[in-house]
C-alpha cells in the first residue's frame, strides 16, 4: 500500500506533513455505493427499484447481480486508469443503507465498511487519497433522486431521529478511521438543502464536534446549502472549525442542458469563460473572504452528443483554467456511468445495456431523468400544467428552484418514473444467478469504452501544472 502522508488545513491550502501544498485534484465515484437513475439507468431512486428488482428477479439473481456489479464496478485497473491520468483523489459517494437498516436504526452493518474499504485500499496502492462521501442520509438530505429520495420532502432538516442517526455513522467512520492518513477526509453531507438555513450550520457544529471527539485529524470537507452552491448559513454566528474546508458545486449550466452550445446563449445569459470565472466567485466568494481553501466537490459537463463533445470539452478546460488559476481542487462528476458523462462506461452491446434499451428509450422520451433530461416530447402534458400554476399561483416559488422545476420533479422524476421503474424492474423476471452476473459485469473496466477525449484533456492538463 503507498503510504500517502497526513493532510491537514494550513490556511487557504491543504498541506502535507512535510509542508507541502497539496491540491486534491481526482473524480466523484457515483453510481457505486449510491446508485443513480442517471449513472446506471434505472428510473427514481435507489431503495424503490432495489425492491422491485429484488421481486422480480428473486434473492439469489438478485444478490449475484449486485455482488458482480458492486465488485466490477471499481477495481485495481479503475485506479490504475485514474493514475495514469495524473489524479490524486476519489470522492467515494456512499449511501446510509449500506451501513444501517431503517428497520434496526443504529445497529451497523461491517459488510458495508468493508466494501469501502476495499476501494479505499485499492486507491491508496496507486497513491491515490479518498475523501469518503455520505450522499444519501436517513430522511434524505435534499429534494432529489441521489439523496435515494422517493418523494419531494427533505425530511432530514425537521427529525432529530434522522440527525442522530447520521452522527452514529460519522462517529463509526471517524473510529474506523482515524489512524488511515489515505483518507484525505470526510464530506459528511451532499449537497444539503435546509430551506430554514438554521439547521445546518448548527449540526455541522454537532457533527464536528462528535467526530473530533473520536478523530483530531482528518480533514471536513462541509458542503454549503442549497446543494453546495449557498453559504449565507454561515454569514453569522459561525465559529471556524479547524481542519475544514468548505466546498462548492459549480455546475456551468450549458454542460448541463440540451439545445445550447458555449460560448453561447443558455437560458437567457450568455456563457463564455468570462461568465464561468464570474460565476465560480460569486460560488465562493465566502471561502476566499474568509482565507479557507477552495475545492470544488462536484462540476462537469454532460456528453449527451459526440456532435457537441469540442464545444463541451471547451466548458470543462476553461473551467479546469479557472480553478488552476484560483489554487482550487476539484472533484469531476463522474468517474463511471452508461455514456453521458463517465470517463468509463459499458459498450453499447453489453449484456446490460442490450436488456434495458427499452427502458432507456422511455426515459429519455418521457424525461423522466433530471439530469441532461428534457420534456421536448411531453410538452402537451407539461405545458398546460405549467400555465395553470402561472395562473393560478403567479407567485409560488417553491425552495429550492422554483415552480418550473418544482413540477418537472413532481411529474417527470417521480410521477412518470414510478410505473417505469416496474417496466425495468421486469426486464429481470426470470434472470438466473450466472445470467444476472453477466449482466453486472457489464461495469468492469475491461468490459467498457473509455471517453479518450475526456481522458486526453485530463491528462494534457495535469501534466501541465
Not at 27 to 52: C, H, K, S
Not at 124 to 137: F, K, P, Q
Request: aromatic share 12%; net charge negative; charged share 25%.
Amino acid at each position: 500500500m503507498s503510504a500517502l502522508p497526513w493532510l491537514h488545513v494550513d490556511g487557504d491550502r491543504l498541506a502535507d506533513d512535510s509542508g507541502r501544498t497539496v491540491r486534491l485534484v481526482g473524480v466523484g465515484l457515483g453510481g457505486w455505493m449510491n446508485l443513480e437513475n442517471f449513472i446506471t439507468g434505472y428510473p427514481g431512486n435507489e431503495q424503490d427499484i432495489r425492491r422491485a428488482m429484488r421481486e422480480a428477479m428473486g434473492q439469489a439473481a438478485y444478490d449475484a447481480f449486485f455482488d458482480a456489479f458492486t465488485d466490477g464496478f471499481f477495481a485495481d485497473p479503475d485506479a490504475a486508469l485514474l493514475a495514469s491520468v495524473g489524479l490524486n483523489c476519489v470522492r467515494i459517494a456512499v449511501n446510509y443503507r449500506h451501513f444501517e437498516d431503517d428497520a434496526n436504526p443504529f445497529k451497523l452493518k461491517e459488510e458495508g465498511f468493508a466494501r469501502l474499504d476495499r476501494v479505499v485500499q485499492i486507491l491508496a496502492r496507486h497513491g491515490i487519497y479518498s475523501v469518503i462521501d455520505l450522499h444519501a442520509l436517513p430522511g434524505r438530505q435534499n429534494e432529489h433522486w441521489h439523496s435515494d429520495n422517493p418523494t419531494h420532502r427533505a425530511e432530514f432538516w425537521q427529525h432529530p431521529h434522522f440527525q442522530d442517526r447520521v452522527v452514529h455513522l460519522w462517529e463509526a467512520f471517524a473510529d474506523r478511521y482515524r489512524d488511515r492518513p489515505e483518507v484525505a477526509g470526510y464530506n459528511p453531507i451532499n449537497e444539503p438543502s435546509d430551506a430554514t438555513g438554521v439547521v445546518l450550520p448548527a449540526f455541522y457544529r454537532r457533527l464536528a464536534g462528535a467526530v473530533r471527539a473520536i478523530d483530531p485529524r482528518h480533514i471536513l470537507f462541509l458542503d454549503g446549502n442549497r446543494y453546495s452552491t449557498d453559504f449565507s448559513a454561515f454569514e453569522t454566528g459561525w465559529e471556524p472549525l479547524p481542519d475544514t474546508v468548505f466546498t462548492v458545486h459549480d455546475y456551468a449550466l450549458p454542460g448541463i442542458v440540451q439545445d445550447t452550445s458555449y460560448p453561447g446563449t443558455t437560458r437567457g445569459e450568455y456563457f463564455d469563460r468570462g461568465m464561468l470565472e464570474q460565476t465560480f466567485r460569486h460560488r465562493t466568494e465566502f471561502m476566499r473572504r474568509t482565507g479557507t481553501p477552495l475545492w470544488v466537490g462536484e462540476f462537469g459537463p454532460v456528453y449527451p452528443d459526440p456532435a457537441q463533445d469540442e464545444w463541451r470539452y471547451r466548458l470543462l478546460l476553461d473551467q479546469l483554467e479557472i480553478y488552476r488559476e484560483y489554487g482550487a481542487g476539484w472533484s469531476l462528476w463522474t468517474y463511471k456511468d452508461i455514456g453521458l458523462q463517465g470517463l468509463a462506461y459499458p459498450r453499447a452491446d453489453s449484456p446490460y445495456l442490450a436488456l434495458i434499451r427499452p427502458v432507456l428509450a422511455a426515459k429519455q422520451r418521457l424525461g423522466v431523468d433530471a439530469w441532461a433530461g428534457t420534456d421536448a416530447a411531453i410538452r402537451d402534458v407539461i405545458g398546460p400544467i405549467e400555465a395553470l400554476f402561472d395562473r393560478e399561483f403567479p407567485e409560488y416559488e417553491p425552495w429550492p428552484w422554483g415552480r418550473q422545476q418544482h413540477i418537472a420533479l413532481l411529474v417527470r422524476h417521480i410521477l412518470l418514473a414510478e410505473p417505469l421503474a416496474q417496466r425495468y424492474a421486469a426486464l429481470f423476471r426470470g434472470v438466473t444467478p450466472e445470467r444476472a452476473r453477466q449482466l453486472g459485469g457489464s461495469f468492469q473496466l475491461a468490459e467498457c469504452q473509455q471517453r479518450d477525449g475526456l481522458l486526453q484533456l485530463l491528462r494534457t492538463h495535469l501534466a501541465q501544472q
